[in-house]
Structure formats: C-alpha cells, structure tokens
C-alpha cells in the first residue's frame, strides 16, 4: 500500500511565525503536491514537485514556498502565517501520469 | 485552465438505492485522466474510481461505475447499493498528466438508513 504521512494532524501556530509542514512518502513516487482544502472551495493546488529540487507553481503559491532536498519528502513553508492561511492542508504524492494518493492532512489553525 | 463543475452541492439517498452524482469539466486537452475521491469524516481523502480520456470502456470498482461522455464532457459516478459507508464527500477530479489535479467542490451524500 502506497503510504503518505504527514507530521502533524492539529497545529495551532500564531501570525507572524514561520510554519514547516512535513510530507513524507514511501513509494519512491516522483510527483509530489500541497493543497489546501477550504469549505465550499474545494481543495486547491499550492505547489508541486517532479523531481528533487524542482517546484512548479499552482494555482495559489502566494504566502507559500516548498522544499524539496530528498525524493520523498516535500516540505510547505508559510514564511509568516496569517489568519488566512487557516485551513486543512494535503499533501499528496504520484508515479508520472499515475494516481495521486493523499496523505491524512494537517489541519492548521492560526491565531 | 481547467474547470471541474459538481452541480449537486448535497443529496440524500436511502441505504440499497443507486446514486448518481455528476460532474463536468472543460479542457481542450485531448488525453487526461479523471478520478473520482471519496473524503469521509476521518478527511482521508480515497481514491474510488479513474478513468483515462483515451478509455472508450467506462471505468467499474465493485459497485462504482462511471458514465464517462468525452464529447458531452461529462464525467458521473453511479454508487449501486449503496451502504451508510458511502456517507461522505464526493470530489471530483482532472488531470493533464504529472501535474495538479483540478477538483469540483464536491457533493456531500448521506446515505440514510
């Protein structure tokens, strides 16, 4: 079974901190994805990575960067969280053109 | 850019009755793949159903089927027999290939008992 943790299930930070949040995936997939989940917007693309040290923009980076060092870990940085950035994250990890499996998700919350 | 539209925002269906839930998209890509996630209230997101654009044959896991109408750009999923486990968020999903996937905004079905 393809397996995708991440480090946290709550966090609850305050405005202005820098926040990592953590993916980790144990099929040596290439493709690896953040999103974010919103009630009534469904979930969105952040970033997302197909190779070590490459990222690629999605359709809402701002506020966000990524890092990539080592294949199967791709990290979601908020340099200064704000209260906007309250929500459910999910990282989500793929073989090329396979299917993308999702990670439990974090559930931020700043104050 | 890509649009995935889920018209039904809820719907209720009594347990052992069959569900359909729609969903359409635009793109004027011709080879894509589709999918289909159940997020039940544990917010694991489970993958149910793919299909690939080039595929004629409508995709079937057990009891999910989908009616897939590359033309109409249409892209439904029928749950046949359906069971109080099936009570959750519906997504649906499309992709180019090695990028994002491009989501509805779901449907909440409840499965009565």
């Known amino acids: ?111 | 850019a890509q649009t995935v539209t889920q018209s039904q925002p809820e719907m209720s269906v009594q347990e052992a009755e069959t569900v359909t839930l729609s969903c359409t998209y635009d793109t004027s890509e011709n080879n894509y793949y589709l999918f289909w996630y159940k997020q039940p209230p544990s917010r694991q997101m489970i993958l149910v159903i793919r299909q690939e654009a080039y595929k004629q044959q409508n995709a079937t896991e057990n009891r999910f089927s989908v009616n897939f109408q590359k033309a109409a750009k249409s892209f439904s999923l029928k749950i046949s027999d359906s069971q109080l486990g099936d009570t959750a968020m519906y997504f649906c999903a499309f992709t180019g290939g090695a990028d994002g996937l491009t989501f509805g905004k779901g449907t909440h079905l409840i499965i009565q008992p």
């Open chain 1, 1 to 111: 079974d393809v397996k995708v943790t991440q480090s946290s299930r709550y966090l609850v930070k305050r405005t202005g901190e820098k926040v990592f949040l953590e993916c980790v995936q144990d099929m040596d997939h290439e493709n690896m994805f953040w999103y974010r989940q919103d009630p009534g917007l469904g979930l969105r693309l952040i970033y997302f990575s197909y190779d070590v040290k490459m990222k690629e923009k999605g359709d809402i980076p701002e506020g966000y960067s990524v890092s990539r060092e080592k294949k199967e870990r791709f990290s979601l940085i908020l340099e200064s969280a704000s209260t906007n950035q309250t929500s459910m994250y999910l990282c989500a990890s793929s073989s090329l053109e396979e299917t993308q499996y999702f990670g439990p998700g974090t559930r931020l919350l700043v104050l």
